[in-house]
């Protein structure tokens, strides 16, 4: 039982470049979300999903895209990367009112 | 405006001695807390939880104590052992929100020294 996984762990690119992040859970769960962290900074919310097929904002959702055309994936697409975008990305999912269980995260650096 | 602060960026404690680690909120629709533990490349792993009807909530030896005039909670490990050497990051949720957002706070980083 895999639980979440994130793909990559690392990647490097550069200003402008596109990329993809997939977010994948066995769990079944209904909700997924997409975090950032930054250094000496708590999580923010990106973007966060309720169901398969819907998306929604949370606290910092410039710059970036969300799809979660199936229950068990969410992918967070940069379509024009900056150095801002540097960060690690932290992917979570949780069922009805049980806590969010993340994964080990994307460490993304801008260059 | 941070919403969910941890005025702490770290704290040091002796093996076997208490850990306190404190957080603040400033939203009063927060119903609803949990601490996460994060060790370095991994992501969190949750804790403990307490919800606004309770002022207590205990799971071995972590307890976490909730003072809702105050708008303060705090976790307290008992006896602190060098495996608790991790960041902890309190966070806090609306249950009418429907979506279970989680808002964080910035992390206090425990070092538990043998």
């Known amino acids: 039982n895999a639980g979440v996984t994130q793909t990559p762990k690392f990647r490097v690119l550069k200003t402008g470049q596109s990329m993809t992040l997939l977010c994948a859970q066995d769990m079944n769960h209904e909700y997924m979300y997409w975090y950032r962290q930054d250094p000496g900074m708590g999580l923010r919310l990106i973007h966060y999903?309720?169901?398969?097929?819907?998306?929604a904002k949370g606290e910092v959702p410039d710059g970036y895209n969300v799809s979660r055309l199936k229950k068990q994936n969410f992918l967070l697409g940069l379509e024009s990367a900056a150095p801002s975008q540097t960060s690690v990305y932290f992917c979570a999912s949780k069922q009805g009112t049980q806590p969010q269980h993340f994964g080990d995260g994307t460490r993304l650096s801008i260059l | 405006d941070q919403q969910v602060k941890q005025n702490s960026p770290s704290l040091s404690v002796q093996e076997g001695r208490i850990s306190i680690l404190n957080c603040d909120y400033t939203?009063?629709?927060?119903?609803?807390f949990l601490w996460y533990k994060k060790y370095p490349a991994e992501g969190p792993t949750f804790l403990i939880s307490i919800s606004s009807i309770k002022d207590k909530n205990e799971d071995g030896r972590f307890t976490v104590f909730l003072n809702k005039s105050a708008k303060h909670l705090s976790l307290h490990i008992v006896p602190s052992q060098p495996g608790d050497s991790a960041v902890y990051f309190c966070a806090a949720s609306h249950s009418g929100a429907g979506s279970y957002q989680l808002t964080f706070g910035k992390g206090t980083k425990l070092s538990v020294i043998p």
């Open positions: 939203n009063s629709m927060f119903d609803y």
């Open positions: 999903s309720v169901g398969e097929g819907t998306t």
